[in-house]
């Protein structure tokens, strides 16, 4: 997220003196003053609580009162979070605006769906306040919220909508013994509302909340600065300096698997190695590279094509499984028979797994891709190694010809045979893709046990088809990286490359590359 340019607060933010407030709620007194003045009381988390604005006018206020905390100089220690709306934190993100996060409740936005919106470095919170509500967010994938809302510790006419309603049919506000069962239920911090007056505090600091919430107790005072003083000095007196940790953000991960692209250059970026990275990185792995060749190319042809020796292929892969060791390999253009053995010699002595081929014959522009003589040698060496091998019609059409097979893979039945036949002869899967065929985008996977699975696509009317081959085998080695399954790995590669093709991009004179970051956009 470029236009972000502060450091995360996930693992630093204060929820002991959390004040929520919006334009309803501060007597007609401007939001971003009574949060300086909650500042110089002491507030050590602020929430934009603004139920009836809309976006524009929610990025408006944020930015004063981000300006406001800024000024203050507080913009290290006191985070700032956005209730509610997802859209209005990430557009204020975008714009440089300094908002930490959101915070949402059980009918709002889904978290994880709000954690892939806004990145890891944002601050998730989330309202939880019965057993339900705990195991729910405990099951959530690791690192998604950081912290959990649980209230009313009394009923509130600021949110006289917010009190628990049991399976009893009784009304419950929130005590002591009941967020002490709710605290057994998650490792979370948890910060503690509704109806909180400085005269709960001394209960609230003794009991297992990590810091109280409040709205009216600050918004509507006179002195919003004394008010908030009281309430940082009443729960200061009975806890002292100690703050809760920040359990979320000591789990996000600091490792990624690597895949792996063992391939050639091409120097319009749309297809070979260039794009394998793109699409491996954008399904979610680290992406590393073989070159075996470079090529001179774009969307109209290859002018040139120039060979890497077999000893620094070799030693590429050395150098890779010595240190970073990828989960998944994808293997595309390697044209010379000198060039294959190099591959096969490199990922046998590093007894590589999740091997998968694209057996690159020739490009989109019609330029072949591979010498005549080496085809036998890709076939003997790296379909035996390999898990899956991905050929589309006219390349199912060569392998079938090599083994001297006379099956025409016309139609979905042929494609089947097809495909049975090439993985019985080579012991390995195969996908043989349906997209060279004129009315659809059904690919079939055939296992050598003759077992099948079709996978249909939806066909996209794009004629921008540059490196489609190289995108869907390196998005199904991403996959197997992650520890997919190979069903699994080949259905979501399928809708990735589906998404890249939607977007039309428009670029080159010939057959175009498409949009390798499109769930970014
Ligand atoms: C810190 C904190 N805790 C709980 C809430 C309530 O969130 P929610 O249940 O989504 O209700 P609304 O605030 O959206 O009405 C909160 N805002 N902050
Ligand atoms: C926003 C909110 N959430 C609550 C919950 O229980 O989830 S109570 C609440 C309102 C808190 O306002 P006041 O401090 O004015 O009572
Ligand atoms: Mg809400």
């Not at 408006?60 to 709306?85: H, L, N, Q, S, Y």
């Not at 729960?235 to 940790?245: E, L, Y």
């Not at 002595?349 to 490009?363: E, F, L, Q």
Request: aromatic share 4%; proline share 5%; with cysteine.
């Amino acid at each position: 997220m470029e236009m972000f340019p502060y450091a995360s607060m996930r693992d630093s933010f204060d929820l002991r003196s959390y004040v929520v407030l919006g334009p309803d709620d501060t007597k007609g007194r401007d939001v971003a003053d009574v949060v300086r003045y909650a500042l110089h009381g002491g507030a050590s988390f602020i929430q934009l609580r603004a139920k009836h604005a809309d976006v524009r006018d929610i990025v408006a206020m944020a930015a004063d009162i981000a300006a406001v905390i800024e000024d203050e100089g507080k913009a290290d220690t006191v985070a700032f979070v956005i209730d509610d709306r997802v859209d209005a934190a990430l557009e204020a993100r975008h714009k440089g605006i300094k908002v930490d996060g959101v915070h949402i409740g059980q009918d709002d936005n889904d978290p994880q769906e709000a954690r892939r919106l806004l990145g890891r470095d944002a601050i998730v919170g989330l309202s939880a306040k019965t057993p339900d509500d705990m195991r729910r967010a405990e099951a959530l994938p690791q690192g998604t919220v950081d912290y959990l809302g649980a209230g009313p510790w009394h009923e509130t006419s600021t949110k006289p909508d917010c009190i628990v309603v049991g399976d009893d049919g009784v009304k419950h506000t929130l005590d002591a013994a009941t967020l002490h069962a709710l605290h057994a239920l998650t490792t979370l911090p948890i910060v503690v509302g509704g109806g909180v007056k400085a005269a709960d505090i001394p209960d609230l600091a003794a009991s297992d909340a990590d810091g109280w919430f409040v709205v009216s107790a600050v918004t509507a005072a006179d002195d919003p600065e004394a008010a908030t003083r009281e309430l940082v000095d009443a729960w200061q007196a009975v806890r002292g300096d100690t703050m809760h940790d920040h359990p979320a953000a000591a789990l996000l991960p600091t490792t990624l698997p690597a895949a792996l692209s063992i391939a050639s250059t091409d120097s319009s970026g749309g297809a070979g190695v260039p794009v394998d990275i793109k699409t491996m990185m954008a399904n979610g792995v680290f992406a590393e590279c073989v070159i075996c060749a470079i090529t001179a190319q774009n969307t109209k042809g290859v002018t040139h094509l120039e060979e890497l020796s077999p000893q620094a292929i070799v030693k590429q892969i050395d150098a890779v499984y010595d240190d970073i060791a990828p989960a998944a390999v994808k293997i595309g253009m390697v044209p010379s028979i000198e060039g294959i053995n190099a591959v096969a010699d490199g990922l046998q002595a590093n007894k590589a797994t999740n091997i998968v081929v694209d057996p690159v014959m020739v490009a989109t522009s019609g330029a072949k891709l591979i010498n005549d003589d080496a085809i036998a040698t890709l076939t003997s060496r790296l379909f035996p190694m390999a898990t899956l091998i991905t050929p589309n019609l006219p390349e199912t059409r060569v392998l079938l010809e090599t083994i001297g097979s006379s099956i025409d893979p016309q139609d979905e039945d042929g494609m089947e045979q097809a495909g049975l036949a090439i993985a019985q002869h080579f012991g390995c899967s195969v996908l043989v893709k349906g997209g060279h065929g004129l009315a659809d985008a059904n690919d079939v996977l055939v296992n050598a046990d003759g077992t099948t699975q079709w996978f249909r696509g939806e066909r996209i009317n794009n004629p921008n088809t540059h490196g489609t081959g190289c995108t869907l085998s390196s998005a199904i080695a991403a996959n197997l990286a992650k520890g997919q399954t190979l069903v699994d790995a080949i259905a979501n590669a399928k809708r990735y490359i589906t998404g890249a093709l939607r977007q039309m991009l428009e670029l080159g004179t010939g057959s175009g590359p498409f949009d390798h970051a499109w769930m970014w956009r």
